[in-house]
């Protein structure tokens, strides 16, 4: 399921998306041998899993339905969803010929649950998805239909982007990027098996590899050689969804859940973990009353999620949004009627940030509303999604409940809401790079990691893509750290602490939220990526313009240095300390703006930029006073970061750990002595044992400069 800043969410209709069949088997030295250990169902029937469509996109890149098995690719994406479109992107771009298998053409590129895109902390994710060329941002600004930046009235770093979707316009725009894209061809096919070599496994320097991935199989039985697969399965891992005490196998209505992939996957050593979220029901326009409702109109002009683009294509024609509530008669029936619901009565978490209606009124008794938002589904479609009446009720209760919400008195439901549950991976078996510790060459991104959104899932889909096409090439792995950007927060949240409960990302899980603004996502990542070899000509030459017109207003600024007495002359009221201070000092300064240091006569001249440049311009100003101390702390997490702990480390020679503290750490093995110490249950005491010992038998080797940003192996010293 996908959340929003506005709700929990999910598909509209019924869709079928399309669920790879996966099993895992072993390649020898002479021959492929199949052994069935890793299973994944499929919603297509699996008697024809290579027939194309005639409805088909003309322009897509796929092959008969006999392919032979001398076809060879670097990088193989399995499923053709959010985290699969950035990460079959981010392979091509990184020099990797990449394929991407999907059993359903059509489906590519799905809204597949609410049609939004963004909000606070995930609008940035997806900023930092395009700032490393990838293809959300700009899809959405194709297919947008409002634009709302969250929490305008407060300080750029806590700002979200969001945009509500039209979910036809989003797949077509998507699909025309995926199936023209340089170095990508798109497969409709079922894969049945993952091949591995396992001579190769024991030749490797670590002996915690499990195996290390030689291709995939096809139902067919074909194999597809490839070095490095990247799986993104969704929330489709042993899915079950509840309505009312009615319990059933599915991921979603109308798909099969993965339940082989689950056993398999304990089988070969990962820990999985049990999840829940849930999904609204679906409404008709026709009978719902917004007369009576509050209005949310987009912002005029509203703000790309794209750096290319300086304007969205459906800027003058913005959709309307609705707001209603509930009521304590709403509120009762709820209560009336939790002994029903089999998902409350369960004990595995679901997400704390967008909670059911039932918990809602469980955990915020005192509350006699919550808020609902109506959000239309697209141009021509006649449903709309209430975001905030997530539930599992039974299926004859839900309507009478909403029709205890203002304008909703006389509301037809389409379809009704319902709970699922499902399996996922503990994240700790990751590495940094998204690629699992057990075998090498298989990466994970996406639901099957712990997370919840479609932005979590693009922002994982483009490093595990980036990182499998560059480790197909023999490159060191790309890494976005917690000081890079919250794409770089949530995979080390999600590599030291794990997911007990769905993750979502927030402006509140970074520690140096001031630096990482959705607005500067490009002065952070653009030059890492271009340094990997990821970024197009145009938005390098894009970028470059935009960085000297940024530094070239704040050069102008700074180069303006008055005394109090001067701007005091000038109509500012400053401290009369005797300090200088320059125009950019003055423009940090409460309620001031450029336009009162331009009207002042002290910016005589200053040059008029385009409106998103002098943005950026003033929110740097704004922040710089409060940086000086926030640099200090990115220096510190640097020195931890430059200490990388070597992989096969044997925990039980580490003297003062506590039994609890050792084995965590033998069973995830951190990365560097910063994930370490950010790991659950780590002590300072342990941390500083850690690094004593560290620093005895491991050197460190000092950390790589900013423009490759990679990760450097530690050998062991003499």
């Known amino acids: 399921m996908h959340s929003t800043s506005r709700g929990v969410v999910a598909a509209t209709r019924r869709t079928h998306v399309a669920i790879p069949r996966v099993t895992f088997s072993t390649l020898s030295s002479t021959q492929y041998s199949r052994p069935r250990l890793l299973c994944r169902s499929t919603s297509v029937p699996p008697k024809t899993p290579f027939s194309a469509k005639t409805d088909q996109p003309k322009s897509a890149k796929s092959f008969s339905s006999a392919p032979s098995t001398r076809e060879q690719y670097d990088v193989c994406v399995i499923g053709g969803g959010h985290a699969g479109c950035e990460a079959a992107t981010g392979a091509a771009r990184a020099g990797a010929r990449t394929l991407l298998i999907t059993q359903n053409l059509d489906t590519v590129g799905e809204l597949s649950c609410n049609p939004s895109i963004g909000g606070v902390g995930k609008g940035t994710l997806v900023r930092e998805v395009d700032a490393l060329d990838g293809v959300m941002g700009k899809v959405t600004d194709k297919a947008g239909i409002q634009f709302h930046m969250l929490n305008r009235s407060k300080g750029t770093a806590v700002w979200g982007p969001r945009a509500q979707v039209d979910r036809k316009l989003y797949k077509r725009h998507m699909q025309d990027i995926i199936f023209n894209y340089p170095n990508l061809d798109v497969r409709a096919a079922s894969v049945s098996d993952l091949v591995f070599d396992h001579q190769m496994a024991s030749s490797s320097s670590s002996p915690l590899v499990w195996g290390t991935v030689a291709g995939v199989r096809l139902e067919t039985g074909d194999v597809i050689p490839c070095s490095q697969v990247v799986i993104c399965t969704g929330t489709f891992l042993s899915g079950e969804i509840h309505i009312g005490m009615k319990r059933f196998p599915a991921g979603r209505f109308n798909e099969a859940p993965a339940i082989g992939l689950s056993a398999s996957l304990r089988a070969a050593g990962f820990q999985l973990g049990r999840l829940q979220t849930g999904t609204p029901a679906r409404l008709d326009k026709s009978t719902i009353d917004f007369s009576r409702l509050g209005k949310q109109e987009g912002d005029n002009p509203p703000h790309p999620f794209s750096f290319l683009n300086h304007r969205v294509d459906n800027e003058h024609n913005q959709i309307t949004c609705y707001m209603t509530h509930t009521t304590l008669e709403t509120h009762e029936l709820i209560k009336e009627s939790m002994h029903l619901s089999v998902h409350i009565q369960e004990t595995k978490k679901g997400p704390r940030y967008c909670p059911s209606l039932e918990a809602k009124v469980t955990r915020f008794g005192h509350k006699g509303d919550h808020k609902v938002w109506l959000e239309p589904e697209g141009y021509d479609s006649d449903l709309i999604y209430p975001n905030g009446l997530s539930c599992s009720m039974p299926e004859e209760l839900q309507e009478p409940m909403m029709r205890t919400i203002p304008g909703l008195e006389n509301v037809r439901m389409v379809r009704p809401a319902y709970g699922v549950e499902y399996d996922h991976i503990d994240p700790r078996e990751l590495q940094p790079s998204l690629e699992t510790k057990k075998i090498k060459g298989l990466f994970l991104a996406g639901q099957i990691n712990g997370t919840t959104g479609y932005e979590e899932a693009a922002a994982q889909g483009c490093i595990a893509g980036i990182n499998a096409g560059l480790a197909a090439r023999n490159q060191p792995p790309l890494s976005i750290t917690r000081a890079d950007g919250y794409t770089g927060v949530m995979i080390d949240d999600l590599v030291t602490k794990g997911a007990e409960e769905p993750y979502r990302m927030f402006t509140s899980r970074s520690e140096y939220r001031m630096t990482l603004r959705c607005d500067n996502a490009d002065t952070r990542l653009t030059e890492i990526g271009h340094a990997a070899g990821l970024i197009s000509a145009e938005r390098w030459e894009k970028y470059l313009r935009d960085r000297d017109a940024i530094q070239h207003g704040t050069d102008i600024l700074k180069s303006i240095v008055l005394s109090p007495q001067h701007w005091e002359r000038h109509g ?147």
């Open 572 to 718: 500012f009221t400053v401290t009369k300390d005797g300090v200088m201070r320059s125009a950019f000092d003055v423009l940090s300064m409460p309620s001031m703006t450029l336009d009162n240091l331009v009207d002042s006569g002290a910016l005589q001249g200053f040059p008029e930029f385009e409106p998103y440049i002098t943005s950026r311009i003033i929110a740097d100003a704004t922040y710089a006073p409060h940086l000086a101390r926030q640099r200090a702390d990115v220096e510190a997490f640097h020195a931890d970061e430059t200490l990388l702990l070597d992989p096969d480390m044997d925990y039980t020679q580490v003297r003062g750990l506590s039994e609890e503290v050792r084995e965590r750490l033998q069973r995830f093995r951190p990365t560097t002595l910063g994930a370490a110490k950010r790991m659950e249950g780590m002590t300072p005491a342990s941390a500083v044992h850690l690094l004593r010992h560290a620093r005895r038998t491991w050197h460190a080797n000092s950390r790589p400069q900013k423009e490759t940003r990679r990760f450097v192996q530690v050998v062991s010293s003499p």
